[in-house]
């Protein structure tokens, strides 16, 4: 039940564009981004909660596709300070708190 | 602004010993969340508590325990250790329990290393 993100790994050079995808086979309630530093916890980016919800977090915007259970996270103009793992996180609609990341993607930005 | 509260940071254990790993959620958070990261890996869900009680259980080994306490803070024992359970041990924390957790961020503590000798 992990979304599964794609692609696993993308290198950019600063100032390029990425979109990192997120797809769970499960319907999703809502979708958090996370980014990940190495060592170090992951740091929120942002909530979308309604299908076709779409928010922006300075170059960093994503969108929220409720029907095909997908989300994109979308990088622009990439700065040496995005690199990381990026990490989608859902939760299940469930009596519980579960609360899933998804696979990863290493992003790394060279000069 | 305060936030999630690990500790230790750092804990070398040998084989078959016994770790205790604690975690302070942020003030007037109901919700804590357990996760291990080994290396290169993502962060799997463990166990979550809600209002002390459990309330999900993910990919947690028997040998491993958790509980909330009546202040809300969390412990993480693990027994038996194995060299396999070394790994960096995320606590973090919410407001809301099963979907009312939707839109409630998630706040993650620096973590506790765990290595196992």
């Known amino acids: 039940q992990q979304p599964v993100q794609s692609p696993q790994a993308v290198i950019l050079r600063e100032g390029e564009d990425a979109v990192i995808n997120c797809s769970s086979s499960?319907?999703?309630?809502?979708v958090h981004w996370y980014r990940q530093k190495h060592g170090e916890a992951p740091v929120f980016l942002m909530i979308l909660l309604k299908g076709g919800e779409q928010k922006g977090h300075e170059k960093i915007s994503a969108s929220f596709n409720e029907k095909k259970q997908q989300s994109s996270l979308y990088l622009t103009a990439s700065q040496l300070s995005y690199s990381g793992t990026y990490f989608c996180g859902t939760e299940f609609p469930s009596t519980g708190n579960q609360f899933y990341f998804g696979t990863g993607t290493s992003l790394t930005v060279i000069p | 602004a305060a936030g999630v509260i690990q500790s230790p940071r750092h804990l070398i254990k040998e084989k078959r010993e016994t770790a205790t790993l604690k975690c302070y959620p942020i003030?007037?958070?109901?919700?804590v969340y357990w996760y291990q990261q080994g290396p290169g890996q993502d962060p799997q869900f463990l166990i979550s508590?809600?209002?002390?009680?459990?309330?999900d259980k993910g990919s947690i080994p028997d040998r491993f325990s958790a509980q909330q306490f009546s202040d809300y803070h969390s412990e993480l024992n693990m027994s038996s250790l194995e060299l396999g359970d070394s790994a960096l041990y995320f606590c973090a924390s919410s407001i809301g329990y099963g979907t009312e957790i939707s839109g409630n961020t998630i706040y993650f503590g620096e973590g506790s290393w765990l290595t196992v000798v």
């Open positions: 003030p007037r958070h109901d919700t």
């Open positions: 499960k319907a999703l309630y809502s």
């Open positions: 508590f809600y209002e002390k009680m459990q309330s």
